[in-house]
């Protein structure tokens, strides 16, 4: 059924051009939030939660300008599977490439951590290209083998490697090629909330998942932030800002601190562009953590 649905809907709609795909994302997004009501109660209740300072006609604003903004991320991940490279550079263009070549020429691998925020995937997919290093995704597989092979071959043709976020320790003891630039979904809910680093996130007690600043640590990967601008409807930039160079002279919690604070302001900013949909605080803070971590467990081994 998988196969399917990829050959007879999936791969021809990414064959079509962006002017049509965009006609599809508008009837999609009736279909999505009148006919559907696809995750509204997470998307109101997350946004009402995060903004207890706008009015009820503000956040109906701010989720009726994300659903629309969901619809086109659903056929801009579709197209990716068809695109061609010229196009995807013209799509998504990284505007600082200079900034890790620094990194580059002196034999240093880099962590990035970024966001849910406008279009992650095609950001992710066209950075290979751009830069100097090897980019590398940390992801969470789907279920679907089938799906999860079309994803690695399609990602794949551009040069990006994925690793499961299951093996990402083994991966980075055996890495050994040319400096690469590890991206990280730094915004994800954390599998175990006794191993993250809590804080307060849009107005909310959240737990930070801690693999950024725990690899950066242990390897003296200088931590990047990677922020994704949309310009118009389809095409996005991909800019860089140094976070730290030293990451093992600063405090525990400090690199998850700062960029947990940048992404807060870039959400505050637009808040449209990040995925509100998600179940971001579905988990909760251990009683026994009283603070935002004990020191005791954030040098515990956490994705």
């Known amino acids: 059924m998988r196969q399917v649905l990829y050959y007879l809907l999936i791969k021809p709609i990414s064959l079509l051009p962006h002017f049509i795909l965009y006609r599809i994302s508008d009837l999609l997004y009736l279909v999505i939030y009148y006919l559907l009501g696809y995750r509204k109660e997470v998307v109101f209740q997350n946004l009402k ?16 300008k994300f659903y629309k903004h969901l619809c086109d991320l659903v056929l801009e991940s579709i197209k990716t599977f068809g695109i061609s490279e010229k196009e995807l550079i013209k799509r998504c263009k990284v505007r600082n490439p200079e900034l890790l070549k620094h990194y580059f020429d002196q034999g240093k691998s880099i962590i990035v951590p970024a966001g849910h925020y406008n279009n992650w995937e095609l950001a992710a997919t066209a950075s290979h290209i751009q830069i100097a290093h090897q980019s590398v995704g940390a992801f969470q597989p ?3 083998d089938f ?25 980075f003891e055996s890495y050994d090629h040319e400096p690469m630039a590890m991206l990280f979904g730094a915004d994800q809910c954390p599998r175990n909330v006794n191993r993250a680093y ?4 849009l107005n909310q007690d959240t737990g ?33 800002s140094v976070i730290t160079d030293e990451p093992r002279s600063t405090a525990v919690g400090e690199i998850s601190e700062a960029h947990t604070r940048i992404l807060e302001q870039i959400i505050i900013e637009k808040p ?21 971590q004990d020191d005791s467990e954030k040098g515990k081994d956490q994705h």
Do not use: C
């Open 49 to 64: 939660n995060s903004f207890p300072e706008k009015t009820e006609k503000e956040i109906l604003q701010i989720a009726k």
């Open 147 to 171: 799906f999860n092979k079309i994803i690695y071959k399609s990602r794949g043709k551009f040069g990006l490697k994925l690793v499961p976020l299951k093996k990402l320790k083994s991966f």
């Open 198 to 201: 809590w804080t307060t996130f």
């Open 142 to 144: 789907m279920k679907s």
């Open 272 to 292: 449209e562009y990040w995925l509100w949909s998600h179940k971001r605080w579905k988990r909760k803070r251990p009683a026994s953590t009283t603070h935002k």
């Open 208 to 240: 930070v998942m801690f693999g950024s600043e725990k690899y950066a640590k242990q390897y003296d990967m200088p931590v990047i932030f990677g922020r994704i601008f949309k310009m118009k409807r389809g095409y996005y930039e991909f800019e860089f």
